[in-house]
């Protein structure tokens, strides 16, 4: 799949804040491959690997650390290949289009959502194998990028034109099916979770609705003011706007009015009762 993004730099640096989120999410994954892979050859390198795994017979308080490491971890060269392909090619599409910060937000939460996702189906049937890999956090990124931008083209191998959506679309589809097959049924599982929060996310981010909002009770008392303004004429502000601007002369006086405010103020103050 290639678009006419710069292929990824080697000589720019880890976690560089000039960075695209993108970069940074690969560097973390690749650092941690190289980590893993050299204590691999060590006694206790293995040990290290599965405590790291998010593992679906422990209880989650004994290993709630794990729904965040796991994600970071991968299991051979291939997958991790695969993995950071589909997030460079992808990803740099959408950050683009929305900001760094939202790409952060869709990898972590599609990466906890599918392994949560995981744990249920393990639970339910069985499954005593463990979860590594960020292919949940990037399924988010993926279906956020088919939705908010369905109709940007891609070249499949260099030579195909096709629409993201129609890519992404298939992918999912392929997942769906992989979710009881015999092989990697549970990575599948936690794609299923990444889709889902990436679905959840990008459309509540374009406004077709609003992730409940928790509001906190406000002091409403207003101090006791020595004089009142009466309004009577539609063209002046009303009672509301005077308090506004009391209320900002009390906290710091006369001088951080605006122009407009002292003008307000004026007025009202002229104003016959």
Excluded: C
Aim: hydrophobic fraction near 45%.
């Amino acid at each position: 799949m290639i678009t006419n993004r710069p292929l990824f730099r080697l000589n720019s640096k880890p976690f560089d804040p000039l960075n695209k989120a993108i970069v940074n999410l690969i560097w973390a994954n690749v650092i941690v491959y190289l980590v893993l892979g050299l204590l691999r050859f060590l006694p206790f390198g293995d040990a290290v690997f599965y405590f790291l795994s998010f593992n679906p017979t422990k209880p989650l308080y004994a290993s709630f650390y794990s729904i965040i490491t796991s994600i970071f971890i991968h299991d051979g060269l291939f997958h991790i290949l695969g993995n950071m392909l589909w997030l460079y090619f992808v990803g740099v599409i959408l950050e683009d289009l929305i900001g760094k910060k939202h790409i952060y937000y869709l990898f972590f939460g599609g990466g906890i959502l599918g392994v949560f996702t995981f744990y249920f189906f393990s639970v339910l049937f069985q499954q005593p194998y463990p979860l590594v890999g960020a292919s949940a956090g990037i399924a988010a990124i993926l279906v956020a990028t088919a939705i908010f931008t369905p109709h940007y083209r891609v070249f499949l191998f260099g030579v195909v034109e096709v629409e993201i959506r129609w890519i992404v679309l298939v992918k999912v589809v392929f997942d769906l099916l992989g979710m009881f097959g015999p092989t990697n049924a549970g990575g599948y599982q936690a794609h299923i979770g990444g889709y889902l929060f990436g679905l959840l996310y990008i459309t509540e981010l374009r406004g077709l609705w609003n992730f409940p909002k928790i509001k906190f009770p406000q002091n409403t008392k207003k101090p006791k003011r020595s004089a009142n303004v009466n309004i009577h004429n539609v063209n002046n502000p009303s009672q509301e706007e005077i308090d506004r601007i009391l209320d900002k002369i009390s906290a710091g006086g006369y001088d951080s009015l605006n122009q407009k405010e002292k003008e307000t103020l004026f007025k009202a103050s002229n104003k016959k009762s």
